[in-house]
């Protein structure tokens, strides 16, 4: 049984830190492709708060819900995720017409925006997934959405 770490220092070695984090996100609605962002940013607090200063775990649990509010906020302030976390119409009403537009649209896309689409909407893929499997970072994933609902004619407003 691990003993509770009592310093920052502990505190970021300690197996607990993904768990606070896992059970934090849970709580205050961080997707889970959000979830890395989160650690991290409680690992900054952690080192901006001294690596030899006492921590306890009522302070950690402040600092992560706090953090996790934040990337929650974000995430609802760019255009883009938020277009991204609106259900697909096309599948939403099942119309055959419909579905049948969009896929003709997203046929006319460039390779890597084409590919883009049918990993993630075709196939429902996560962020990570797809940035691991076109090799890209996330951002360039969100960056190719942009420009994918740019090219299909969903522009996001500003």
């Given at each position: 049984m691990e003993i509770c770490p009592s310093t920052a220092r502990e505190w970021l070695e300690s197996a607990r830190l993904k768990a606070i984090a896992r059970y934090v996100a849970s709580r205050k609605a961080v997707v889970p492709d959000d979830l890395p962002d989160l650690l991290?940013?409680?690992?900054?607090?952690?080192?901006?708060?001294?690596?030899?200063?006492?921590?306890?775990?009522?302070?950690?649990?402040?600092?992560?819900?706090?953090?996790?509010?934040?990337?929650?906020?974000?995430?609802?302030?760019?255009?883009v995720d938020i277009l991204r976390r609106t259900?697909?119409?096309?599948?939403?009403?099942?119309?055959?017409?419909?579905?049948?537009?969009?896929?003709?649209?997203?046929?006319?896309?460039?390779?890597?925006?084409?590919?883009?689409?049918?990993?993630?909407?075709e196939q429902g893929l996560s962020e990570r997934v797809i940035a691991e499997?076109?090799?890209v970072s996330r951002s360039s994933v969100r960056w190719m959405e942009h420009r994918c609902f740019t090219a299909m004619g969903v522009a996001a407003e500003h």
């Open positions: 991290q940013e409680i690992r900054i607090a952690l080192w901006k708060a001294g690596l030899d200063r006492p921590v306890n775990a009522a302070w950690l649990f402040h600092t992560a819900e706090h953090k996790a509010i934040d990337i929650a906020r974000q995430s609802l302030t760019r255009p259900p697909d119409p096309a599948r939403e009403t099942r119309d055959p017409e419909l579905i049948h537009l969009v896929r003709a649209r997203a046929a006319s896309l460039p390779g890597s925006l084409r590919k883009f689409y049918d990993l993630r909407y499997r076109m090799r």
